[in-house]
Structures are given as structure tokens and as C-alpha cells.
């Protein structure tokens, strides 16, 4: 080793220069694929001159695929027509059920790297980004371009937080439904009505003695199916106004014995439904009751949008109703937020407003197969099914929907999901019920 | 740079050019060991630190709470769930998978006619991805109820009825062993036999590979010598072969182990850890703490758990790896 | 290799218990490679259905038409689904130059580490490897910091700067082994012939390392081309992502159509099964030649 130090100074730089020029291969012996770090910048149009600073925005969203992406799509377009020449970068980003678009959320959110405007269900999931001031408020942005008159006093009320709004939200869709295969139904000789929990499980008890169906399609696999099912069952059971303070971030609520029997009819309903449900996705188990192997199944009217893809038709091949037990409107909401610190600020709040507007809101939703959030639609635009929702959603209590964040947060609706997933195979009612009272303070967070 | 001069020939010189390379082997690998320090070390202790502080909700606070995270996670029956089947998976996918590999190349290795094809078919799950195979693997084993689906069907149909299975779906564990002190119940989880089975199916080709590597290295006349000494093919495979196939198969184990414990795309596409946890391992638990619950301080506590465990398992083996290596010397 | 087997065949003349042992290898082996295929036959039908055939009840059913409509979408999109032309043509140009300098850099730490050691190198050796068990979803928000601090956050050299990184401990182990195999003697008689540290890598070492590239390049071609973490997090231009990032964002958020998702599937597979097919013999022989045997 002594000898090592007979290399001279000059040796040694040299040496040195040699180990850090291929530490800066190993770095940058990419070929340019991509001149420079910058995120995509391939021009779309050449038409535009070089010099002039590009008009960007970068809209982060889940809706990758099928109607979700072509009403995105459309809403690119009205926005577009009012802001010409702008360079929309559309990161979507899906599978792993949603977590995969949170998970690259969260790493640029951290990172730095914010978009300029991101996906969000309406409501409570809101509040996190808002503790975290991640987003700025849009109250004073609701009034400047008068959403707060064209959409529901109620909706406005459940979207506050802190007393401030910040989401414009640009589609409702409706949790509570039941579909059904009318055909199924009567050939078991039942009337698809079941204003209540107790006519839908004599209904239940009925197929399930024929033996010839699954009386109840539930999945598992997306991880929310059994918080789906289970929020209606809540609803039912607590009705509208105990029903919204469940999600006041107490546990005063699930203290109430009513928590323990929405459990139990939970369980009741999974007696009648199929035994291999954790391997199915909520759309198997439509598809099951498309296909007339499963009598019916409680899902959010996403359903539809699955069977219109699968060539039926509504009110002929499939039916719905509200799910037994309430016929209130249990709402969820994707909406689009205000990143602090967005690059992009001006072209951002020119997207919102498009988000806000009627026409976005008319060239997104009949495509998507959502109703807008504002009580102004073009009913002409929308079909049966989705008609009857607007009606429902002008006239019908509004309750917000916990299993899609519109009254839980991020942390909690992780919770809420495996507990009753857990549920859902080990049918520990008390375990469950302790695991809810527990989580109930990450609806604060 | 360093073309050899040929005039350089009295020892002093050389030796000083020998050191010079020596000077020049440590720069070249300067790259890698400061990627490896950034990229790996010093994300660790970013994982580290993190794991001890209070970065439990969006809002970025490092303030410093100690092992809190640590204690509630080992006192969490979900996360005490998720270690059960890490090893578990682990120890069945390490085992079938090396006793697969091992048989599938003793069958290739038997001189059969179409040896390169089904070398081919054996070896070619390597290729893809479960990002690929993942939902056929869901359906698969997704058993149907009224009436049979997936696996099930295709068993009824070839008159192999009685194996039909709950597989996926299936929620009991075997023995369910009551450990006090624990949440949870031993040993195996039924429902990871399937995943195990998937998890075999991509990688047990490579097992294999190994293996025939190794068997084609063995020298024929070891082997023909023995069956002179009266060697039956058994106790060839017993005394002769199976011994000589052991470094491969160390190297296997740490390759095998890297997959497993990495093993994130499978069960997320195949059962997304489920029925009720059966199936989860720490990293999916991790990816819903980070990036579902936002509660980044608990998932880094679990990375600094999975880390550790990792060095428990494989410590060991580079440890031994490296006196082996320089017994040879 | 095929090469070696198949003119020794002695089965004529042997005795009948020989034969139906023989029959009964055959017949597992045949048993084997059908059940390996399975799930790549429901890939391959379900592909050519209709999305309304396409169910749990139906999944052993052939399609009613032969139809390559999912492929085109798959490949060319519409209706709502983005192809996956472009993505291709992205994860090319991450595969290659990963895989390239990847091989590189492991054929340079494993020449290092096996024949230049010095004081410490087995324990960097040991340090390095250790990098190999990292779990990548609990690293993910320090790299796109390191990254953005870089310059090359949402960048195909950001992607390929960490496929890169993330492959030295593999392939410095398999170069490692693979030279361990190397007689010092050729090292030692290079050096006293005048051979510096790089003529006795280009001389002596690069020559004979062509299986052990094979076995790395492989390797780092599968795995990186199936990788999709990392593609997900770093790129997030829906005009920069790989391609298993793609055929990810075929599923919906809601459902997924799974004949375009799975003919998407299937063309994923193209490039590293055609690598499998004709390369795998190659893999193979490198495996054989000492590189992967500890």
C-alpha cells in the first residue's frame, strides 16, 4: 500500500477525472431520447413559433380507457376552442385500483413535481391535499363564475371544508342502485320492488331456495365492493341524517347499537351471495347478473356505462332501483382541484372553468356515463337511465358516499375498505366493528 | 489508456504500473459504488429516518417520535398477517420452485426427443410479466359457485372432479396453529397455494436453467465411473450428482429469494391480497400505507422491517458465498 | 445443445419396463408443457373474443368469430383505448441503452471485483449485492426527488439512469461469478507480459465474456422490459411511458375490457418471448459457462 503513494497529484486528477467521467456515463450515456430533463416537449403542432413560450397544462387523471377517456377527451376539446394553441398534457394513470394513480400522485406531490390539476372525489378526500395546503380554495372562483348558483345548495354544503370549496366537481354519479336481471326476477316469480331491507332478503330467501341462481352477485377483488355494499346497508338502516354524521370523524355513531345491526344485515345479505366473491371484481359480478347466473347486485350506476359496453339494455336486459332500505340519492363526485404552486396557473383555472361549465359538463358526462354536478343539463344529451338520475338527483335527499370519498378521507376509505373486506370472509361482526370505531379519527387526517 | 508499453519490463516499473491499475480498478468501479451509496444506501436512511418521524399524514413534518410506528405495526394482526405470509410464500416458492427446477431439468436432461422444445415451453413464463399473466391467473382460480369456473371447470371436465378447490377464495389456514402473544393464526394460509403455484410457474424455469447448468457441468466419467462401482441411477443422484449441484443451487436461492420477496404485481393483479389479508404481503400493505392512507412514517417503518428481515435471510448466504470464495483461493 | 441429444436414443431393444418408463417420462413432460401453456391459451382466446363474450362462466369457451379487432385496438386504439404504438417505441429506447450500459458496467465491476481485489472488495462486493433486496415501492418518493434534483425526473434517461442503477447488483454478481471462472494465471501472465488494467480487460477478459453478456443482456431485457414501478412513477407523459405502463392504462378505472387488454398483453410479450425462443439456448450455455454458479 505504501507505494500507492508514489502516484503524483497529477496521476492522480487524471485518474479521477477518468472515474467521474464514467460515473457521468453511467449517467447520461443515454442517447437523447429526450433532449434535456424536461418533461415531454415533443411539439404537437410545428405550426408554432419557436420563440413564442409554450401554453402548457397538465391535467392528472385516472380515466385511461372507454368512455371515461373519451369524455375526458371531449372536455379537452371545449377547452381547447376557448384556449387555442395550449399544450394539454394528459398524465393519466390507472390500474391496481386507483392506488397506482394515488401512487404517482403522491411520489410527484412530494417530489415537487406537482400537475397542474388532479382528480379528486368531491368532498372529504379533499381534505388531506387541504391539510397539507396542496390546493388553493376556489371558493371566491365558484362565485366569479356563478357555479354556486347551478349546482345543489346541498352538494355546495357537503363539498366545504374549513369552510372553503375546493373542487369543482364534474360529474355525479350514484352509489345506492340495485340492478337486477329482470328476467331472473320474474321467472322466480318476484316483483323487482324492495322499498325495504326485510322485502329484499324475502326476495333473497326465495331465490335462494329455488337453488337455480346466485340470489346476490357480490364481488371483492377491487377491494371496495363490501364497503359498497355495506354503505347502503347504512343508509338503510340509519337513514339520511344519522347516516351523514357516521362520517363526522367521531365515533358517536358506530357506538349506536344500529352500527352492530348494519353489520348483521351485511352478513345476512353475504349468506345469499356467491361464496367465491374475493376473486371477483364488482364488474364479474354485474356481468353475472347480465348474464342471468346472478339475480342481482348492489353497485354504483358506473354498472350501466359496463352494460351498455356489453351490448344490454337498460330497463329490458337489466333494471334498477334504489338500493332497499332508502330512496335517498347517495352521491360521489369526481372533481378537479387547484395544485398550489401549479406551473401552469392561468391555463389551470381556464381548465376548471370548462370543469365548471355546461358545456364541459355536457361533453363529458353522456360519454362517461355520469350525470353533471349542475342542475342545468341538456337532457337531450343523455339517456334513459342517465334521465332518470338527474331526476332523481333534483328531487331526492342527498347523502354522500363513504366508500368513494365524498364523506371519508384517503386514509379512512383505506380502512374502511379492508375492514370490510376482512368482513366480508371472516364474518367477525365484533372484530369488524372495532376495527371501524378505531379508524374513525383518520376521517380527520 | 492504458496500452501496455512494452519497454516497461524491470520489476520496479511494473510494480508501479501494477499499482497504478489497482488506482484505475477502484475509479472504474467509483460509478457504481456512488450510485449504489445514493440509490440504495442513502434511500435507506432517508426510509430510515422517515420511519422515526411524524410524516403520518400529506403534510411533510420529519420531527423526530421514535419507534412508535415500529410498535404499533408489530401490534397490528394485519401487519403480523403480512409476515406470516412472506414467509410462508417464500419458504413453499423456494422449495417447489427448486424441487421443480430440479426435476423439470432431470426429465430434459434424460436425453427425450424435442429436448429444445419443451426446454423452450418450460423456460419461456421467464419472458413475461404478471402485469401480463396476472389476470389469467385470477381467473383461473377463481372457483365459481353454483357452478364451477376457472380450474374447477376444467378438472370437473377431465374427470378430475375431486381436486376441485376453493383456491383463491378459500379463507382457511392450515393447521391454524394459536401461537399466544400472537394475532394471528400459523402456518399456512390456503389461499397463497395458488399464488405460490403462479409464482412457480413463472420462475421455476429458471430453476431449472440453473440446473441444467449444473448437471451439464458434471463430467460424464464421474458419472460412469460410479455406475461402475455398482451406482444405481438413485443413489448417482443421491451422492453424486445432488452434491455437486450445490453452488448452483446457492446461487439459485438468492436469486429465487430477490424474486419472491419482490413479489408485489402478482398478488395485486391475481387477488390484490385478499380474501381478508390471506394473501398480502408487506409490500402491498406498504403501498396502501404510503399512497392510500398517506401515512408515509408507518410504510417506511415497514420497508426498515422488510430490509431487515432480508438482511436475516441473506446475510447468511453472502457471508458463506464469501468464505467459500476465499477458501478457493 | 440440441445438438447432443437426440442421436443417442436407446430405446429399440430395450426392455419393456425401460419402455413404459419411458412412455410415462414422456407423458409427464407432455402434461407439463400443457399446463405451462394454459394460461397463455386463455390470453390467446380471450383475445379473440367480443368484449360481451368475455366472462368468468365463458372463460373456456372459443370465441364465436376469429376476429383481430382487439389487436388493432390494442395496437392502434380507439374507441376510447389509447394503442400501444407509441409505448413501444418508448420502452425500446429504455431496453436498449439500460440493457447496453447495464452489461457494461457489470462486465467492468465484475472484472474489478473478481481480479483486481483489493483491501474491502469483498465487503463492497457483499454491500453492492445487498442493493438488490431493496423494495422498490418504499423508495419511490427519494428517487423522484433525486431525480427532479437531477434534471431527470419524467425523462427516458431518468428511467434509464434507475433501471440501470437498480441493475448492478445483478449483473456485477453474474459478471462476478462469470470471472471468477477465469484462470488468475491469464490475468497474472498478462501483467507480467505488460498488460495494463484496461489491455487485460480488452485482451483477455472481453473475449471470452460473450455468454456471460448473454446471460446479463437477457436478463436485463426481460426484467426491464417487464418492469413497470418505475415506468409508472417516472414518466408521466402518457407520450414517454413504457409499454407495461400502457397495457396497464388499457384497464379503465371502472372495468376493463379484457379481449383488448389481453391482446395488449399479448403483444407485450412479443419481444422478450422472441428473446426466450431464439436466445434461450444462448441463456443457457452462459448459465453453464459458470455465470450464475456461485
Known sequence: ?445 | ?329 | MSAISPAAHPVHGKPLRQRLSRALLYAVMIALALWFLLPVYLLLITAFKDFSEVSLSRMWDLPTRLSLESFDRAWNGGQGTTGMRGSFLNSVLVVVPATVISCLLGSMNGYVLSKWKFRGSETLFTLILFGMFIPYQSILVPLVMVLSAIGLYASLPGLILTHVVYGIPITTLIFRNYYANVPTELVEAGQIDGAGFFSIYRRILLPLSAPGFVVVAIWQFTSIWNEFLFGLIITNDPRLRPVTVALQNMSGSQFTQWNVQMAGALIVAVPTLLVYIFLGRYFLRGLLAGSLKG
Request: net charge neutral; charged share 20%; hydrophobic share 45%.
Open chain 1, 1 to 445: 500500500m505504501k507505494s500507492e503513494r508514489k502516484l503524483t497529484r497529477r496521476q492522480a486528477l487524471k485518474l479521477f477525472g477518468a472515474g467521474a467521467a464514467s460515473a457521468a456515463l453511467a449517467a447520461c450515456a443515454a442517447p437523447a431520447a429526450q433532449p434535456g430533463g424536461q418533461p415531454a416537449q415533443q411539439p404537437q403542432q410545428p405550426e408554432q413559433p419557436a420563440q413564442q413560450p409554450k401554453r402548457r397544462l397538465e391535467i392528472f387523471s385516472w380515466w385511461t380507457n372507454g368512455g371515461e377517456a373519451d369524455g375526458l377527451n371531449a372536455m379537452y376539446e371545449v377547452f381547447l376552442q376557448k384556449n387555442p394553441g395550449v399544450e394539454i398534457i394528459n398524465a393519466t394513470v390507472a390500474g391496481g385500483a386507483g392506488t397506482n394513480a394515488k401512487a404517482v400522485l403522491q411520489t410527484r406531490l412530494a417530489g415537487g413535481q406537482p400537475p397542474d390539476s388532479w382528480q379528486v372525489h368531491a368532498g372529504r378526500e379533499t381534505l388531506s391535499y387541504v391539510n397539507a395546503g396542496q390546493v388553493e380554495p376556489l371558493t371566491e372562483f365558484f362565485t366569479e363564475k356563478g357555479f354556486d348558483k347551478v349546482m345543489p345548495q346541498f352538494l355546495l354544503d357537503q363539498l366545504k371544508i374549513n369552510g372553503e370549496i375546493w373542487t369543482v366537481p364534474v360529474n355525479i354519479h350514484r352509489s345506492n342502485v340495485l340492478w337486477y336481471n329482470p328476467k331472473v326476477l320474474e321467472e322466480a316469480g318476484i316483483e323487482p320492488k324492495f322499498p325495504t331491507l326485510d322485502s329484499l332478503f324475502a326476495a333473497l330467501e326465495k331465490l335462494k331456495a329455488q337453488g337455480k341462481v346466485i340470489p346476490i352477485a357480490v364481488g371483492g377483488k377491487d377491494k371496495f365492493e363490501a364497503s359498497h355494499t355495506f354503505e347502503s346497508i347504512l343508509l338503510a338502516v340509519f337513514g339520511v341524517e344519522d347516516y351523514i354524521k357516521l362520517w363526522d370523524g367521531t365515533d358517536t355513531m358506530w357506538n349506536d347499537p344500529r352500527a352492530a345491526e348494519a353489520l348483521g344485515q351485511l352478513k345476512r345479505l353475504f349468506s345469499y351471495a356467491n361464496s367465491d366473491r374475493a376473486a371477483q371484481g364488482w364488474a364479474d359480478a354485474m356481468t353475472m347478473v347480465l348474464e342471468g347466473k346472478a339475480a342481482m347486485t348492489i353497485m354504483g350506476d358506473w354498472a350501466h356505462g359496463l352494460g351498455i359496453s356489453k351490448g344490454a339494455k337498460v330497463n329490458q336486459d337489466y333494471g334498477w332501483m334504489p338500493a332497499p332500505g332508502s330512496d335517498a340519492f347517495m352521491w360521489l363526485s369526481d372533481s378537479f382541484c387547484l395544485a398550489k404552486g401549479a406551473p401552469n396557473p392561468n391555463e389551470a383555472r381556464a381548465w376548471l372553468e370548462v370543469c365548471g361549465s355546461r358545456e364541459g359538463q355536457d361533453a363529458f358526462n353522456p360519454k362517461k356515463g355520469s350525470i353533471p354536478a349542475r342542475t342545468d343539463p341538456d337532457l337531450s344529451k343523455y339517456d334513459d337511465y342517465l334521465k332518470a338520475a338527474i331526476a332523481d338527483f333534483a328531487s331526492k335527499p342527498l347523502v354522500p358516499s363513504a366508500a368513494h370519498g365524498a364523506s371519508t378521507t384517503n386514509a379512512y376509505q383505506a380502512k374502511f375498505h379492508n375492514t370490510l373486506e376482512v368482513f366480508s370472509s371472516d364474518l367477525d361482526e365484533k372484530s369488524a366493528l372495532e376495527s371501524l370505531k378505531e379508524a374513525v379519527a383518520d376521517n380527520n387526517r
Open chain 2, 1 to 329: 489508456m492504458a496500452i501496455a508499453r512494452p519497454a516497461l519490463a524491470a520489476p520496479v516499473v511494473r510494480r508501479r504500473v501494477l499499482h497504478r491499475d489497482r488506482l484505475i480498478a477502484v475509479f472504474m468501479l467509483l460509478p457504481s459504488i456512488i450510485a449504489i451509496a445514493v440509490f440504495v444506501y442513502g434511500f435507506i436512511a432517508y426510509t430510515a429516518y422517515v420511519s422515526m418521524s411524524n410524516y403520518t399524514t400529506a403534510r411533510i413534518d420529519l420531527s423526530f417520535v421514535g419507534l412508535d410506528h415500529y410498535v404499533r405495526l408489530f401490534g397490528e394482526r394485519r401487519f403480523q398477517e403480512n409476515i406470516r405470509n412472506l414467509v410462508v410464500f417464500t419458504l413453499m416458492f423456494l422449495a417447489v420452485c427448486l424441487v421443480f427446477g430440479l426435476v423439470l431439468a432431470l426429465m430434459v436432461d434424460a436425453r427425450v426427443k424435442g429436448e429444445s422444445l419443451f426446454r423452450s415451453i418450460y423456460l419461456f413464463p421467464m419472458a413475461i410479466s404478471f402485469i401480463v399473466t396476472g389476470v389469467a391467473w385470477r381467473w383461473l382460480f377463481t372457483p365459481g359457485d353454483l357452478e364451477p369456473t376457472g380450474i374447477n371447470l376444467l378438472l370437473e371436465r377431465i374427470g378430475l372432479g375431486f381436486l376441485k378447490a376453493r383456491w383463491i377464495t378459500d379463507t382457511s389456514v392450515w393447521p391454524n396453529l394459536e401461537v399466544p402473544g400472537l394475532k394471528v393464526r400459523l402456518m399456512v394460509p390456503l389461499a397463497i397455494v395458488p399464488v405460490v403455484i403462479a409464482a412457480v410457474w413463472q420462475m421455476s424455469g429458471f430453476a431449472m436453467a440453473m440446473f441444467l447448468a449444473g448437471l451439464r457441468s458434471i463430467p460424464e466419467e464421474i458419472k460412469e465411473a460410479a455406475r461402475v462401482d455398482g451406482c444405481s441411477e438413485w443413489q448417482l443422484l443421491r451422492y453424486i450428482v445432488l452434491p455437486m449441484l450445490r453452488p448452483v443451487t446457492l446461487s439459485a436461492i438468492v436469486v429465487l429469494t430477490h424474486v419472491s420477496l419482490k413479489t408485489f404485481d402478482l398478488i395485486m393483479t391475481m387477488t390484490g391480497g385478499g380474501p381478508g389479508n390471506k394473501t398480502e404481503l408487506p409490500s402491498l400493505y406498504m403501498y396502501e400505507l404510503r399512497f392510500s392512507q398517506f401515512n408515509t412514517a408507518q410504510a417506511a417503518a415497514v420497508a426498515m422491517i422488510l430490509l431487515i428481515l432480508v438482511s436475516l435471510l441473506t446475510v447468511p448466504y453472502l457471508l458463506y458465498n464469501r468464505r467459500a470464495q476465499s477458501v478457493e483461493q
